[in-house]
């Protein structure tokens, strides 16, 4: 359908607004009711988000898009922040929702969305400082770790896992996008605002340990100390053989024993984190060039970068008989190859959003076009809606992650459409996004509060409100 036929269609639909009874309309505007917390309750404000809420609520005609936007797309400020300063530098603990620990990819995550806002907001760039700050201490702390406390003091319920669980440390699930996370973070503030303050010499250390850790995962020699091993009834909770994981055949790639899902890989080299890696590594390599004027280690992370990209290109890309040459998700060196994608982020839908591919990239239009379709055993059909889903959820929950991620990374109108209409119709009217629901019943969801899903799919109103108003415009 052309554009403009597309957007006359959907307008004839939405006219029928106009002529609704006030009863209704009162009605109406009763139901969306805002489910921010009050003002005196809400944990951080920037003036910035709140004009930013605002200046778009005003281009969305649909009012329980506005209504989902409004709700969502503050949600980490308003609920998970705890800011101090500490030593005289600012630190900021942002916790993942219901569960009362950071998560080094969920933070960074849950900023992203505010990340073009901080030149505009002293107080914003400044908790985004302190967020930096408080990631580089939880990777000195234990750089396999994947979730922390601030408390040093509590108790994890993971306390009997059978790894090296140290005070602090919430979790310690070795996911190589948890250190991919941090780097992106940082780098990304550096791109804005260039205040190179932040790369101190914890941060140095830190940045060290990160690039000599994916080495060490790269078991060039079997180097690797990494265990992780918990008493539970689910498979996916635990590497195999003694928390070690699979075998691998050494190629250049490092080994990841859980995904981004914090469910252990079936084989190690998970390749949207590897790809991640490379990103990560070819970003330390400019800072280390620019700011460190070091050009050994920037040296260092380049080498390493090409090696996994080289090892990406050999041995994680197959041609499929029906979509041609596409990435794996999972592989092992020996020629054994996991054709899937999850959810989360990094995925291998994700990858045009992280920055990896174009969406016009041929191997990523052949990768998503499998991964939207029935030879993907994680992109689920329901009743009224379809996306991709998880193991960490079942096999009949889809996550509205995965829509957001679709729309995002779409150049079809018609498609990203759809995708509203789905993220619309799933929220089971509780104004927020949820890890997973029921392919065939929305109200069986899991988690009530996940902040990044609900900043995610503000950053996708954000994307579209900057790209294309017009689909803000119509009525789903």
Not at 92 to 113: E, H, K, N, Y
Request: glycine share 4%; proline share 4%; with cysteine.
């Amino acid at each position: 359908m052309k554009r403009r036929n597309f957007i006359a269609q959907s307008s004839l639909f939405t006219a029928g607004t106009l002529v609704m009874p006030q009863n209704i309309i009162r009605a109406s505007q009763n139901k969306f009711v805002s489910k921010r917390p009050k003002l005196a309750d809400r944990k951080f404000v920037s003036e910035a988000v709140e004009q930013t809420i605002k200046k778009v609520k005003t281009f969305i005609k649909d009012e329980e898009i506005a209504w989902l936007f409004e709700n969502c797309y503050p949600n980490t400020l308003d609920t998970t922040i705890d800011f101090e300063m500490i030593d005289g530098k600012p630190d900021t603990f942002v916790i993942t929702g219901d569960i009362d620990a950071m998560w080094l990819r969920d933070s960074t995550a849950q900023f992203w969305p505010y990340m073009p806002l901080i030149n505009e907001d002293e107080k914003l760039k400044k908790l985004i400082q302190g967020l930096i700050n408080r990631q580089i201490k939880c990777v000195l702390l234990d750089p396999y770790a994947n979730a922390f406390y601030k408390d040093k003091t509590k108790i994890s319920e993971w306390k009997s896992d059978q790894t090296l669980m140290l005070p602090g440390v919430h979790e310690r699930k070795w996911e190589i996008d948890s250190l991919c996370y941090v780097i992106r973070l940082a780098n990304e503030y550096y791109q804005i605002t260039k205040d190179t303050s932040i790369f101190d010499d914890d941060f140095d250390k830190a940045m060290r340990l990160i690039v000599k850790t994916f080495k060490t995962e790269q078991r060039k020699h079997n180097e690797s100390k990494y265990v992780f091993s918990r008493e539970t009834t689910s498979v996916i909770d635990s590497p195999p053989f003694g928390g070690t994981g699979r075998p691998v055949k050494q190629n250049g790639l490092i080994c990841s024993m859980f995904r981004p899902s914090d469910d252990s890989t079936l084989y190690p080299y998970l390749i949207p984190s590897n790809i991640f890696a490379v990103l990560s590594l070819r970003q330390l390599e400019t800072i280390y060039r620019r700011v460190f004027n070091n050009n050994e280690f920037a040296t260092a992370c380049s080498q390493m970068a090409d090696e996994v990209d080289d090892a990406i290109s050999e041995f994680a890309v197959s041609e499929h008989l029906n979509f041609g040459k596409i990435y794996a998700y999972e592989i092992d060196g020996y020629g054994n190859k996991l054709f899937m994608d999850d959810a989360n982020v990094p995925s291998l839908m994700s990858l045009a959003y992280l920055g990896a591919h174009k969406p016009a990239d041929e191997i990523y239009k052949n990768t998503r076009r499998f991964l939207l379709s029935d030879n993907n055993p994680y992109f689920l059909k329901g009743s009224f809606t379809e996306g991709q889903g998880s193991p960490h959820t079942g096999k009949n929950k889809i996550w509205p992650m995965g829509i957001i991620l679709r729309a995002m990374t779409s150049t079809d109108e018609n498609e990203i459409v759809r995708c509203l209409k789905m993220l619309k119709t799933t929220h089971a009217g509780t104004g927020f996004m949820h890890e997973g629901f029921d392919k065939d019943n929305p109200k069986e969801y899991s988690r009530d509060w996940f902040a990044w899903a609900n900043t995610l799919f503000g950053e996708l109103i954000i994307k579209l409100f900057n790209e294309n108003k017009e689909l803000l415009s119509l009525t789903y």
